[in-house]
């Protein structure tokens, strides 16, 4: 089926007050509204979406939706964000599984609302770990090619790799 709307009150219906209005359209196949049962493609076009009072613009997002995982792509073309990602994020188990890989060649993180300094990113990201908090973070997360400027400082690396594993 096709769905469209625009100025949706998503945060009001979900009753989170982070999130704010969302305008989109796609096309959705497949079957179940819910986690335990969906199995859905889908293929649409976030005009935008509001989060932490930014209004994100221009949303590509093309995959599977197949309970609580998501594989595919999503692309972001905002005045304060442009990067593509490709991969998955699966939630059916107990500790999430982030297996992505992402090109970022542009983030204001102080007009996004995530810092009060000025600081941007860019760069190019490959992670595969699984974590629903920094405690108990296992895999590797990968940056490579990248700049972060602070201030008007830049601060340019080959890579930063990150890797936690059991032992015994």
Do not use: H
């Amino acid at each position: 089926g096709n769905i469209a709307t625009d100025n949706f009150r998503l945060g009001e219906f979900l009753g989170d007050p982070k999130i704010g209005d969302v305008s989109l359209s796609g096309t959705v196949k497949g079957k179940g509204f819910n986690e335990k049962s969906r199995n859905t493609l889908i293929d649409g076009t976030i005009r935008y979406a509001d989060y932490n009072n930014y209004r994100y613009q221009n949303i590509a997002v093309k995959g599977r939706l197949d309970k609580r995982l998501f594989e595919g792509f999503a692309s972001i073309r905002d005045d304060n964000a442009e990067m593509e990602l490709n991969g998955v994020i699966d939630f059916n188990s107990k500790t999430p599984r982030f297996n992505l890989i992402a090109d970022v060649t542009k983030s204001d993180l102080r007009n996004l609302r995530f810092t009060r300094d000025s600081v941007t990113f860019r760069g190019k990201l490959n992670l595969d770990f699984t974590s629903n908090s920094i405690d108990n973070f296992l895999g590797t997360a990968r940056i490579t090619d990248a700049t972060i400027t602070r201030n008007g400082t830049q601060l340019p690396f080959d890579s930063l790799v990150v890797a936690a594993v059991n032992e015994n």
